[in-house]
């Protein structure tokens, strides 16, 4: 239901845009997201964006150097990632949060997040 690909090899200072197919469930979810995790860390947030209003969220590393943008009509989030550092190097994960979130302005932790894409691995070679 989520399909995420786009990941590879790049230098860095150079760019990646991942890319994320909802299908299923996914139609009709609140909002949508990617993660990151890297070898030995938990899973952490890297940005999310509303549906509807396409309202954005950075985690402060990424801010400046990625957007994450959606198009509605294709069922597709994406990652535009500038500027990379070899510290971006992880698998990254798309996901969608079916139900508004009333906790918060944006669902930024792991367990807000109802389904899961498979993963697809960046790396980054300095």
């Known amino acids: 239901q989520l399909q995420a690909c786009g990941g590879g090899l790049v230098k860095a200072g150079g760019s990646l845009r991942l890319s994320c197919a909802a299908s299923g469930r996914t139609f009709g979810s609140y909002c949508m997201a990617w993660f990151r995790q890297a070898p030995g860390k938990g899973r952490e947030f890297v940005a999310t964006i509303i549906w509807d209003s396409g309202s954005t969220y950075y985690e402060a590393s990424v801010k400046g150097r990625f957007t994450i943008s959606r198009d509605n009509a294709k069922n597709m989030v994406y990652l535009q990632m500038d500027s990379l550092k070899s510290e971006d190097t992880a698998v990254y994960y798309c996901?969608?949060?079916?139900?508004?979130?009333?906790?918060?302005?944006?669902?930024?932790?792991?367990?807000?997040?109802?389904?899961w894409g498979q993963g697809t691995q960046v790396t980054v070679s300095s």
């Open positions: 996901a969608a949060r079916l139900e508004d979130i009333h906790y918060a302005i944006y669902a930024t932790r792991v367990y807000d997040y109802d389904l």
